[in-house]
């Protein structure tokens, strides 16, 4: 492994030891494979080349101070990819199966997960990809599993500071009755024109509307979306928005410290009466958003102090990295080790 400066990691690829792989064939799961390429080979008519047969998770592995190796929720991140397959017509690794190759792909690339001090981590992504050959509109009857690693710094440059969001109006992210709700690659190609756009601008974020009234807030591109007020936090409810892992973690640990718990629809005029907002996710745990800018009305809405993340969403970031990284205890059965 080459030296690397661990503290100056961006949230970006880097090659690491090896992949784990495992096929679909014939009606069943293979053995997992190990293999240190970085490339696929698969036939031109696969499904998810023309029809979009894909999904994927995201999930980390952290190194504790005890030099131990956490890795987050995993079983949760399983059972999403169960979810999107099914909506999409695909088989999905079962949990067991989904947890092995999680557990070796960062075993066998342990040298990758960063040390404490650092604040970086090992992001884990598997991916599950229908590879068998159709012409028509048809799934896949062979399906391609890998999980592979990398080291990654902070998701956002600055890190844990507020940032400025852009309400989207034009695009829509998902359809109500589409596939918002998994975790399939359709909606970030959907969603992808409005990040770039509201990155040219020098946003953050690009913040969605329910694609129907264009009235609710529904989620971020990247990430679900909060807000916080009355010491309530406050998520968006609706069919279009992706179960977010780490936001229904915020959610537990908000009611375990008191606050109030709310998944609700938000008005889009609501907005400007909370304290604190901010996107989640797993790469970022926690993005603050202190400026929404609406192109529409050309009004900026301002949430809190614009260079200071607020109280409610700096302890909720600092207790979920603490049970990260191991430094608060886990009370909610929500690490896993690799030995």
Known sequence: MKNIEWSALGFGYSKTN?????????????????SDSEMLTMHMASTCLHYGQESFEGLKAFRGDDGRIRVFRQVENAKRMIASAERVMMIAPPV?????AVTRAIRLNAEYVPPRESGASLYIRPLLIGV???M??????????IVFVAPVGPYFKAGFKPVKAMLE???DRAAPNGTGHVKVGGNYAAGMISTHEAHEKGYA??????????????????????????NTYVTPAAQTILPSITNDSLMTLAAHLGMTVERRKIPVEELETFEEAGGCGTAAVISPVSVIDDPASGKSIIIGKPDTAGPWSTKLY???????????????GWISFVE
């Open 18 to 34: 090896y992949n784990v792989r495992c096929h679909y064939k014939d009606g069943k799961w293979g053995e997992l494979e190990i």
């Open 96 to 100: 067991e199966l989904f947890t092995e």
């Open 132 to 134: 068998g050959p159709q």
């Open 136 to 145: 028509g509109v048809a799934p896949a009857k062979e399906f391609l599993f």
């Open 169 to 171: 109006r034009v695009y």
């Open 205 to 230: 974020l690009s913040i969605f509307l329910d694609s129907k009234e264009k009235k609710y807030i529904d989620e971020c591109g990247p990430s679900n979306f909060f807000v916080i007020k009355h």
């Open 318 to 332: 600092n207790h979920l990295r603490a049970i990260q990284y191991g430094d608060a205890p886990d009370e909610f």
